[in-house]
């Protein structure tokens, strides 16, 4: 769902700007191309449905296109060589095929939506012989000699100096550093955003201190591929010996929002936290014209319990129930196997992979795979339960691929997923032997 959000979000902040030109000669590609069909989430959709029935790229001559989305318009700029599609604007940019009367964005605004549009009144141009002319082009001019450079004398080497050691981090900066679990949640959202109204889910977060400075990076426990929020981050102080953290740029969801200096900041102090310990609470709006929704962070280092969260007087707090979703289904089990946080998986390392992990780790992610998974439930998602990429295993099926985490000699757990035009793997079939 979020994946959608995303597009949506930027495509708002497309038709927030506008652009205008002089006329052109036709174009032969010219013309209103519909949306037709949306791959997402392993699903082909009628991009109607997900976008409006306006959905559409109006192509006009002289490179310039008009983006209609749910009643509004964007002034776009467009090329085409050969079939490669290119189109952009507002700092956005969308590439793909143009080909006989059909546009492709196999990557829709980095969302990894695969959208179609058709132009309904397309026509096969006629073929037309042309006679041949061959051209003359200008005779190449004769290079000059070049001088050869006069030789500079060697400077003198500058005597060799130890690098300068890190700063450590400052001392009331350190409460801040190293791996938190919590969970985060759209609320008040109204407009193009309303239907994610109370949408949860749970995440991981990674903080860095280096003297006054950091990063902030978070995920959500079902894709730790690609986070959902980075940030650059000053530390300052605050009301309590913690200090605060501060925005100082970054992006959410992919970059569909972009922070800015000052956009957020968080002081465990704050009396949204209430009584509860080591807790702290980020809260930010994502706004697009009329429409806009905000978003907060529940967050508490990794390795702690939550049990005086689910005892605690929540009547001031956001909900009555603070408790992150999958805490009892995901979180404790990773405690109780004597799990660290969840690194996130680098894409890089998927090729080659061994896909050995421990007895535990193949009983904990059974049940998930028996009851929890879905046609839509992702390579990457399915990956983040064993905490390392499966090894690749020769597929007899065509537009399938197999993966399989193993331990010892005969236990496993063997997935195959159906991989999609745009590349995407999802789950259709497990298979396992020897879990007890």
Same mark, same amino acid.
């Given at each position: 769902?979020?994946?959608?959000?995303?597009?949506?979000?930027?495509?708002?902040?497309?038709?927030?700007?506008?652009?205008?030109?002089? @006329?052109?000669?036709?174009?032969?590609?010219?013309?209103?191309?519909?949306?037709?069909?949306?791959?997402?989430?392993?699903?082909?959709?009628?991009?109607?449905?997900?976008?409006?029935?306006?959905?559409?790229? %109006?192509?006009?001559?002289?490179? #310039?296109?008009?983006?209609?989305?749910?009643?509004?318009?964007?002034?776009?700029?467009?090329?085409?060589?050969?079939?490669?599609?290119?189109?952009?604007?507002?700092?956005?940019?969308?590439?793909?095929?143009?080909?006989?009367?059909?546009?492709?964005?196999?990557?829709?605004?980095?969302?990894?939506?695969?959208?179609?549009?058709?132009?309904?009144?397309?026509?096969?141009?006629?073929?037309?012989?042309?006679?041949?002319?061959?051209?003359?082009?200008?005779?190449?001019? &004769?290079? %000059?000699?070049?001088?050869?450079? #006069?030789?500079?004398?060697?400077?003198?080497?500058?005597?060799?100096?130890?690098?300068?050691?890190?700063?450590?981090?400052?001392?009331?900066?350190?409460?801040?550093?190293?791996?938190?679990?919590?969970?985060?949640?759209?609320?008040?959202?109204?407009?193009?955003?309303?239907?994610?109204?109370?949408?949860?889910?749970?995440?991981?977060?990674?903080?860095?201190?280096?003297?006054?400075?950091?990063?902030?990076?978070?995920?959500?426990?079902?894709?730790? @591929?690609?986070?959902? /929020?980075?940030?650059?981050?000053?530390?300052?102080?605050?009301?309590?010996?913690?200090? #605060?953290?501060?925005?100082?740029?970054?992006?959410?969801?992919?970059?569909?929002?972009?922070?800015?200096?000052?956009?957020?900041?968080?002081?465990?102090?704050?009396?949204?936290?209430?009584?509860? &310990?080591?807790?702290?609470?980020?809260?930010?709006?994502?706004?697009?014209?009329?429409?806009?929704?905000?978003?907060?962070?529940?967050?508490?280092?990794?390795?702690?319990?939550?049990?005086?969260?689910?005892?605690?007087?929540? @009547?001031?707090?956001?909900?009555?129930?603070?408790?992150?979703?999958?805490?009892?289904?995901?979180?404790?089990?990773?405690?109780?196997?004597?799990?660290?946080?969840?690194?996130?998986?680098?894409?890089?390392?998927?090729?080659?992979?061994?896909? &050995?992990?421990?007895?535990?780790?193949?009983?904990?992610? /059974?049940?998930?795979?028996?009851?929890?998974?879905?046609?839509?439930?992702?390579?990457?998602?399915?990956?983040?339960?064993?905490?390392?990429?499966?090894?690749?295993?020769?597929?007899?099926?065509?537009?399938?691929?197999?993966?399989?985490?193993?331990?010892?000699?005969?236990?496993?757990?063997?997935?195959?997923?159906?991989?999609?035009?745009?590349?995407? %793997?999802?789950?259709?079939?497990?298979?396992?032997?020897?879990?007890?």
């Amino acid at each position: 769902m979020k994946k959608a959000l995303a597009i949506l979000l930027t495509l708002g902040m497309l038709l927030a700007l506008c652009a205008c030109g002089e @006329s052109a000669p036709p174009d032969p590609n010219a013309g209103l191309y519909v949306g037709d069909t949306v791959v997402a989430y392993g699903m082909t959709m009628n991009a109607a449905d997900y976008f409006g029935d306006d959905f559409s790229i %109006e192509l006009q001559s002289g490179g #310039k296109a008009v983006l209609h989305y749910k009643g509004d318009t964007q002034r776009l700029k467009w090329t085409l060589d050969g079939t490669a599609f290119h189109a952009e604007g507002g700092g956005k940019a969308m590439d793909g095929t143009l080909s006989e009367g059909t546009i492709l964005i196999p990557d829709m605004l980095d969302t990894g939506m695969s959208v179609t549009f058709v132009n309904r009144d397309y026509q096969a141009p006629a073929a037309v012989a042309l006679p041949g002319v061959e051209s003359k082009g200008e005779p190449e001019a &004769e290079a %000059e000699p070049k001088a050869e450079p #006069k030789a500079e004398p060697e400077p003198e080497a500058e005597p060799e100096t130890e690098p300068e050691p890190e700063p450590e981090p400052e001392a009331a900066y350190t409460w801040w550093e190293g791996k938190w679990y919590g969970w985060g949640v759209f609320y008040l959202a109204d407009g193009i955003f309303a239907e994610y109204e109370d949408e949860a889910w749970d995440a991981v977060a990674d903080i860095t201190v280096q003297g006054d400075k950091g990063t902030f990076t978070l995920y959500d426990i079902s894709d730790l @591929s690609t986070p959902e /929020l980075t940030a650059e981050v000053r530390f300052e102080s605050g009301l309590t010996d913690a200090g #605060k953290m501060v925005c100082v740029k970054g992006g959410f969801l992919e970059d569909a929002f972009i922070f800015e200096e000052g956009d957020w900041e968080v002081d465990p102090a704050d009396e949204a936290e209430g009584d509860l &310990e080591h807790t702290f609470l980020l809260t930010f709006v994502c706004t697009v014209d009329d429409s806009s929704f905000r978003v907060c962070y529940v967050l508490r280092p990794w390795g702690m319990l939550w049990d005086d969260v689910r005892e605690a007087d929540t @009547s001031d707090m956001l909900y009555d129930d603070m408790m992150p979703i999958q805490y009892e289904d995901w979180y404790l089990p990773q405690l109780e196997g004597g799990d660290a946080a969840p690194q996130p998986l680098d894409p890089a390392d998927k090729e080659g992979a061994t896909g &050995e992990v421990d007895m535990d780790t193949l009983r904990r992610a /059974l049940p998930w795979l028996k009851t929890e998974r879905s046609y839509s439930t992702t390579y990457d998602e399915v990956a983040a339960l064993f905490g390392v990429h499966g090894q690749q295993v020769e597929s007899p099926f065509e537009g399938k691929t197999i993966y399989r985490w193993w331990s010892g000699d005969e236990a496993y757990i063997q997935v195959t997923f159906d991989v999609h035009e745009d590349g995407s %793997e999802t789950w259709n079939v497990t298979q396992y032997d020897n879990i007890d």
